[in-house]
Nanobody
Framework: ERLVESGGGIVQPGGSLRLSCARSGSVFSVKRMGWYRQAQGKERELVATITPRGTAISADSGKGRVTISMDNAKTTVTLQVTHLKPEHTAVYYC????????????????WGQGTTVAVPS
């Protein structure tokens, strides 16, 4: 299984972005999906996560501007962010925590390859 991200690019200040992350291949269950970002010279940080039941958590800095959703097939996670600023420039990575088989021990964390979002000043 691998994750394929799409939707990055250049976004003007005040604009919005929509990122999608699709997983190829089937799994037994999904624990959660989410998005993280890493700005140049900084550590990777949480943007938002969501569980199959729809429980969503976003970082304090994104509250009110971030919407995360998971499709019914539990293969794709989508992130929408509004009111972007130059400080939101980063590589955005999606994450899916999955269980391959019913009797697998533990969950596996899958990461996407990252998609760059640039908000010019």
């Amino acid at each position: 299984e691998r994750l394929v991200e799409s939707g990055g690019g250049i976004v003007q200040p005040g604009g919005s972005l929509r990122l999608s992350c699709a997983r190829s291949g089937s799994v037994f269950s999904v624990k959660r999906m989410g998005w993280y970002r890493q700005a140049q010279g900084k550590e990777r940080e949480l943007v938002a996560t969501i569980t199959p039941r729809g429980t969503a958590i976003s970082a304090d800095s994104g509250k009110g501007r971030v919407t995360i959703s998971m499709d019914n097939a539990k293969t794709t996670v989508t992130l929408q962010v509004t009111h972007l600023k130059p400080e939101h420039t980063a590589v955005y990575y999606c994450l899916q925590v999955i269980q391959y088989y019913r009797f697998s021990t533990g969950y596996v964390v899958l990461w996407g390859q990252g998609t760059t979002v640039a908000v010019p000043s």
